[in-house]
C-alpha cells in the first residue's frame, strides 16, 4: 500500500469516515490459502499474478494450490515441472495448458493485453532449449513476443553474424549458454540493448553443472551485462518484463 | 559497423568509387595504441568511450594509455584504483578529476548529454558506500542523474520504508549489499522497476568475500532481480545506462 | 554422574558400604544393545530419550532398535524417515504413530508433561514445512505447543506484517527458509526473543542446496540470531527445548 | 511500533488529538546521520543501542559515527578492530574505554543494570582467547557475568572435568573452537544449558579459515547445539543476552 | 626387483650363467590379463595379492578378472560392491565368500598366517558399522584379529570411558566417524598407540558428505592422528597391516 | 571464409560479375537445421564434420538430427551415450555402428584418409578404458591409428616401465588417469612428445569426482603437459589430431 | 590415569590410607598455567612434554609460555615461528636452540633417549625443505634419527631410483610433496614399511595452496598411505613416534 | 637411459669390457647439488636444462642454486622472481639478463638453434602481458620465434578479426586471458593449428583468481583446445616447445 493511501486512510480515520479495525483490514494485500498465501499486489505491480515454482512442491501441493487458484478465478501458471510431474497434472487439469519442452502448465482466464516492445532470445546450444522455451512462454503470458535464435554458440561465430541484424531489431536480448557461456560477451560487445544473461547447467566436469557460465558471465569483459540464476529461464523473462513495463509507461 | 553500411560500400567499390584497399581500411573500427587497443565503437553504442579497470594494470600502464588518450582527445575514466595508485596518479595528472570514495580518476573533454530518466541507488550498510560511489560517479559520466540511499538494511527494516516513496520515482533501482545480501528480495518484492543488484564483500567468515550475498540475490524470491560481479558498482551502473540508452531513445 | 554423586559413593566405598565392583556398574549411564547404545542419561538431561536418525540407517536396523526400545519399555523417536521406509516401517510397526510430512514416527509410552511456553515457527515457502513439522512434532513430544507461520517470505513482506503481533508472544522463534535465507535477519531486526534460524535445502543452482541460505544467516546484519545444520528442523527444536528447560527450571 | 501503539495513535488522529504530520514523524524509530542510521528501537528491544561493526569501516567513518553518538549522548560501542586502527582511535577518543584482547572501544554513558543470570565461556586454546574476550567484554556491557574457561580442548579431555561442576552452574554455555572444532560435541552430551558454539579461524590448511570448525559444530551429533558466525564472539554474547533478557522478563 | 638381486643378475650375465633376453624377461614382477595387470611383488611386499576395487567396474568386468584369478590359483578379494552386484556375483561365484555388511566378496585360496598383534576399531555411530567391517575383515584376510566398539560417539563420551581399557590393548587403533568427526582428537588424547581415522560420509548438510569429518580429522588438535579417504576401510586396514608387519618382523 | 577469398568476392564484385545478394549468400558457412546449425567448414578445418554430444540431448533431438545428416549424406557422430540411450538408437539406426564401451554411434559414409602418424594412449587403471575407448574410435574415425596401454598406473610403476620402448614410438601420447592423476607427470619426465592428460572422474571422496586428478594434472611438475576436461576422451582426440595434422601437412 | 590406577586410589581410600580430598587431587593430570594447561600426562604417553604452536599465538602469548615452563623445568619447544617471531624470541631467549629453516626453537633440559628405529623422509623439491626440517628436527627431539632424501619428485623418477636402497633400509618412510602430490603413490607401490604423506602448500593456482597434493595423496591408488594436514611435518613426526613407540616397546 | 643403451651395458658387461660398478653409475642421469637435483636428460629429452621455477624458493636458495649452476656451466633460466626478488638478484649476478615483465633471469651459455616453426601468442588484455612476455621468453630460449597479438578480447571481437591472417600463419596458437575466459573458444572455433589455452589470475570476485577461465576453457565448445594452469605461460612453451620438436623431427 502506498504512502499515499495510507494518508488517504488516516484522514478517512480522522474524520471518522473509517473504522479503526476496517481499516487494519484494507491494509491486507494477500489472499491466505493456509500454507499458501498469494501475493495480489504482484499482479498490479508486474502484470501478472503469482507464479508457482514446481520443482520443489509435491503434485499434491501442486493440485491443491492449482485448485484454489481456480476457486479464486486467478490466472494460474507453474513452471520446473518434471515430465512426471507434467504427466500426472496432465490427467488432474486436462483444461489446463502444457508446454513439455518449458516444463510449464498454465490455466489463463484474463489473458494480458499485447505489448509493443519484443525481446531476442539467443542460445548457444540445442542443450539450452528448454530455458530458452521456459523465458519465451513467460514473456508471451506477459503479453510480450518473442524471437529464439538457437545454437549460434561462439565456436562457430559465423552463425552469430549471419543473425546479427534481426537480433538488433529486439528491445530487450536474453543470452543463455552453458559450458564456458561466452555467448553474453559476444553480445555485449556488439549490441547497446540490456542484455540479460541465464547461465544453463549444460556441460559435464569442469563446467560444474552450470557454475561456471554463471562465473563467466559475471565476469564478463562485456560491459553491463546482468545475470540470473542457472536455468532460470523464468527470472530472465521477469526482468525483460520489468524493462520492457517501464518502457512501455 | 552494420549490415548496411557494409552494403553501401560494397555499392561504392561496384561502382568504382571506393578502392579495395581503402574499403579494407575503413572496417577498422579501433584504435591501435600497441597493448591497447580503445574500441571506438562502443562510444556510439553505449554513449562514452572505452573504460579502463585500473586494479591489474600497473601506474606505468595506466600513465602511458592515459598519455595516449590526452593525444588522441578522448575521454578517459579509469576505476578501480586503490589510495596508493591515486596519490601517485594525482601527482602526474593534476588536471585530471579525481574521487577518491568511488576509487575512480576521469578527464572528460566532451561531456555527456543530460538524460530525463534516473537511478535510485540503494545500499545496506555505509560499508557499500565505496560500489555506491562508483555507480554514481559513472551514471554521472554518462549525464544520468542518480540519489544515494545509504545504510538502509533488512535488519532495521522500518529505515527502508521512510524513503520507500522516493525510490518509487527512479526509473532503474540499483541494490548494493554485503553479508546475508537480503536487500534485493524486500526491494524486488515492492517496487516493479528494472532492479540490478550488486553483492558487496563487506563482511567475514561465511560472508564469504561476497559470494554469500552474489548467491541470495541469484536465488532471490523476488522476480526478475539481476545481478552483477561482486562490488562491481561500474557495471551496474553500466546495466542501467542500456535501459535508460533503450528508454530515452 | 556428577561429581557429588561420585563423592557419595567414595565414601560409601570408605565406609564398606559398597563394594568396589558394584561402584564400578554403578557408574554406567547407557544400555548396551550391541551396535547401539542409547544414552540413558539424555532423558534426564533433556526431557526425552534418544531421538533415531533414520536417513543413514537400512530399515533392517532401525527396525532391529525399535525392538529393543519396545523391549526396554523406552519411547521411541526416529527421524528423517523417506517414504519407501515410511511405507515399510508401517506395516512393521502398526502400533507406532507416523507422521509423513514430518518424515517421523514414533511410539510414545510416557509422554511428557506439558509446558507453559510456546514457540512460533515461521517458515519462507511452503517448500519449507516438512522442516516446520518436524520441529513441531519433535516439540510436541517434549510438551511444548508451538504455531506454524508458513509461507511469508521477504518477497512480499506485508505477509510478515499481518502475523507480526502473534508471533510476538511466542517464547522462542524459529525461522525457517531456503533459497537467499533472508528471513531470519528481518525477524531478528523485529523481535527481541532467541531466534533459531534453519535453512533449508530449497532452490536450486546458486541455492546451493541450501548452503546459500546457511551462510546467509550465519552473515545476517541482526544480532543475536543462531543457526543449525541445513534441513534441521530436529536440532532447532532441540534447541529451543534447551532454552524451554532453562526458563521453566 | 507495536501494533497497540499503532492503535493508540490512530485513537488519537480520530480524536484530533495528534497532526496526521505529526503522526508519521512519531512512527520514525531511527536517528539520521546521512550515511549512518543508527536504530534507536534496538535499545528498548535487546538492551543496548547499536553496536558499529569497525572492520569494515575506515578510522575517518569511525570517528565520524562515534562524535555523532557523543552529540546525541548514545552508549558508544565498536568492535573487530585491529591493532592499527585501535592506536589511531586512542589517541582520537582518550576519555573511551579500550579491550585490546577483545579488539573493541566503548564509551558507556548510561550503564545497563546487572542481570541474575551467568554465562559460561568455555575455549578450546588459548589462540581463541580474543574471540571469548569480545563476548565476555559485550555480555558484561549489557549487565551480565560471565567466566572464561581458556584451554580445555578434546585433545586433554581430563581438563575439561576438572571444570565440568563449575560450567554446570551457569544458565548459558558459549563454546569457542577452532581446528576440528570438536569441543561442543563433548559439551552438548554434557550439559543441559542451551549452547551456543563460536567456530574461530584458529588453524591452518584443512582447518579452512574456520570453516571446518564452522562445518563440524552444524554437523554435531550433540542435540540442540546452535552456531554463529566464524570469530563472532559478539554474535554469540547477542544470542546469550536474547535468552537471558527472556529468563530475567 | 632388488639392487642386490639386479647384481646378481647383472653377476650371472657377466659369468655367462644367463642369457641376455632371459635376464629381460626375469625382471617382469606382474601378471598381464590385458586390461588388468596384477602386481605380483604386491603379495611378496604386504602380505596379499592385489585387491580389486568394484566400485567403479561392471559385472562384466568383475566377473572377467575373477575368472582369470582362478586360472592363476590367486587369492581374490573384491571391495566396494553395491547390493545389486553382489546379488548378481552371488551366482555366478558360488564358491565364494561374500560379506555383505563390508560390501566385500573373496576366494582365500592360501590363507594368511596369524598375526599376533591386534588391532581395535572404534565407532562414532552405528551408520558408520559398514566401513569398520570391511576393515575387520581385511584384517582378518591378512591374518589379524581385530574388535569392533560400535557407537561409542563423543555426544556420549561415557560410553567411550566404558571400553578405554579395553582398547588399550590393541597396538594399533582405527577410528572411524562421520558428522563432525571428533573422535580421533579424544582418542589421540588418551592413547599412545598409532592412531588411523577415517571419516564416513554420515550426515547430511553441512556434513559435506563426508569431508567435515575429513578435515576435522586432519586438523585434530590430538598429536600424531594420520587419515585416509572417506569410507576407506580397506585403506586403513592395509595402513594398519604396515604397521603390524613392521612390528611382526 | 579467408581474408583473400573475400578479397576475391569484393574483384568480382567490382567487376560486376557477381550480385551483391548473392556475394551475401556465398558467406553462408553452416547448414541450417532448424535448432541445430552444423558448422560445414569444420570439415575442412579439422578433417571431419561436427561431432554431436548426446549426452545432454534427449533421443528424439538425436534422431532428428541424424535423420537431417543421412538426408544430407553428412558423416554422423554421436557422443556420450549411456546404455539406454544406445539401446534405444540402436533399434532406430540399425545401420549405424555403435561402440557401446566408447558409448559412441557413427554412420561414415566418407571414410577419412588414413595418416601416418600414431597415437599412444595410456590408462592408470581398467576402470579408465571406456575415456581410452573413446578417444580411440574418435582417432580411427580420422584415420589415425593409437594403442592402447591399459592399467599401467604408477602404485606399480614397473608396468609402466615394460611397455615404455613401445609408447616411445608413437608421435602423441593421451594419459589418462582418475584418483591422484599422477601418471602424466611419469609420462612427461620420461618422454619427449607432447603430451595429452585426460582425468577422469574413476575413485571416491578425496577423488572429488576427477576434479582432484584435473588439478594434480595442471599442476604437474613435468613441463608441458596440457590437460582436457574430466573424462573428455573425445577432446584429447580433437587435440592429437590438431598436432598430427600440422604434422602432415 | 589408567583403571587400574583408579582401582588402586580405591582400594587406598576403602582402607583409610588416602583422604578422600586427595584422592582427588591425585586425579589432576595437568598444570595450570591460567590461560594455557600443559598436558603433563602427555609426557608419559608419547615420551615428550607438550609442543606449543606458534602460528596463532602472539611474541607476548609464547614470550609468557615459556617463561612459565622454565620456571617448571619443563622441555619447551614452539613451532610454526615465521623470520619476525624467531628474530624477536631469539633476543628473549637466548639460551635457547633455533632452527630456522624448520621453523622452530627448543629448550631441552631433559634429552630424551635415542631409539634404535630410523625413518627416511622424502621431498618431492626444494620448496618442502621447510616441512623435511621440521619433522626431523622434532624426530630428533623424541630420540629418533632421520635421513632427508631431497628434490626426488616424479618427474624425473630415475632420481628415486637412486637412493631406493637406502630408503629400504628405513623403518618409517615420510614422504613430503606439493603441487600433483604424486610422490606417495610410488613410494607406497614400492616400499612394505608405515607412509606418512605430508602435502604442502608448494605450486600455485591449480594447485589449491596444498589441498591438490592432499586429496591426490588421499585418493592414492597405492595401498595404505595415510596422510596428515598441509605443511605438517610436526604432525608426520608424531604419528612416526606412534608406530617406533610401539616397535621399541 | 633407453632400453637399447641399456643392452648395450649388459653386454659390455657380459663381454668384461666394463666393471659392474661403473655400469651402475653410468645409470645416473642427473647431477647432485645436495637439495637441488637438475635433471640433465632432460636438455636432451627437450632441448634446454631444467628451469628453476622462483616463485616458492628464497633468494638464498637462488643464489645457491645459480652459483652451482655457473660453475657446472649449464644454461641456467629461472621464472616466476617478484619485483623484489629481481632486484636483489639483479645486484648478485649483474652478468645474467633480466626480463622483469616476464618476471624472469637467465644465463645463456649455450644458446639453442633456431627453429622454423613459429608461435602466434594472443591475450584478451592488457593485464595478461606478464604471461605472454614469459611464454615469449621462454620459446625465445629454445630458439623459437613468437608474435604477441595483445588486447584482442572477445567483447571487441572485430579487432581479433582485423589480426586474423597473420595468426593463421603460426604453427601453433598459445591463447592467453583472464575474467570469462572465452578467447580460447573463438580461437578454437577459427583456425585447425594446435591451441594451447592459458588462464590469467586477471579479473575479481567471480572471476575466481583464474577458476572461471581455466574451468571455462576446460568446457569451451571449441574442439581440442587443451589447457595448462592458471599464468602459466611457462607450460604453454613447454608444450608448443614438444609439439615443435615433433614437427621439425
Known amino acids: 500500500m502506498k504512502s499515499n493511501d495510507i494518508k488517504k486512510l488516516l484522514k478517512m480515520v480522522a474524520n471518522g469516515e473509517l473504522a479503526i479495525d476496517e481499516a487494519t483490514a484494507k491494509m491486507s494485500t494477500h489472499l491466505d490459502f493456509g500454507e499458501v498465501k498469494p501475493d495480489t499486489s504482484r499482479g498490479e505491480r508486474l502484470g501478472f ?3 508457482i515454482y514446481g520443482k520443489s512442491k509435491t503434485v499434491d501441493q501442486i493440485t491443491n494450490i492449482a485448485s484454489k487458484y481456480i476457486e479464486s478465478n486467478l490466472n494460474f501458471v507453474c513452471t520446473g515441472l518434471d515430465e512426471a510431474k507434467l504427466t500426472e497434472l496432465q490427467k488432474k487439469f486436462p483444461n489446463f495448458t502444457f508446454n513439455n519442452e518449458a516444463r510449464m502448465m498454465k490455466n489463463i482466464l484474463k ?3 499485447r505489448k509493443m516492445s519484443t525481446v531476442a532470445i539467443i542460445t548457444a546450444g540445442t542443450s539450452d532449449m528448454f530455458v530458452a522455451s521456459e523465458a519465451s512462454e513467460m514473456l508471451d503470458i506477459c503479453g510480450i513476443d518473442s524471437n529464439i535464435y538457437a545454437d549460434i554458440g561462439v565456436a562457430g561465430i559465423h552463425r552469430f553474424f549471419s543473425v546479427k541484424d534481426e537480433i538488433a531489431k529486439a528491445d530487450v536480448i536474453i543470452v ?4 564456458e557461456g561466452a555467448l553474453p560477451s559476444i553480445t555485449g560487445g556488439m549490441f547497446a540493448q540490456p542484455i540479460i544473461a541465464v ?7 569442469a563446467a ?6 554463471l562465473f563467466a558471465m559475471l565476469s564478463s ?4 551485462v546482468t545475470v540470473v540464476n ?3 529461464g523464468f527470472g530472465a523473462a521477469m526482468s525483460a518484463i520489468r524493462i520492457i513495463n517501464l518502457l512501455e509507461k
Open 111 to 113: 489473458p494480458a493485453s
Open 208 to 213: 560444474l553443472q552450470g557454475f561456471t557460465a
Open 230 to 232: 542457472i536455468d532460470n
Open 176 to 179: 543463455i549458454a552453458g559450458m
Open 199 to 205: 547461465p544453463t547447467s549444460t556441460g559435464y566436469g
Open 221 to 224: 569483459c562485456a560491459n553491463g
Open 49 to 51: 499474478d503469482e507464479v
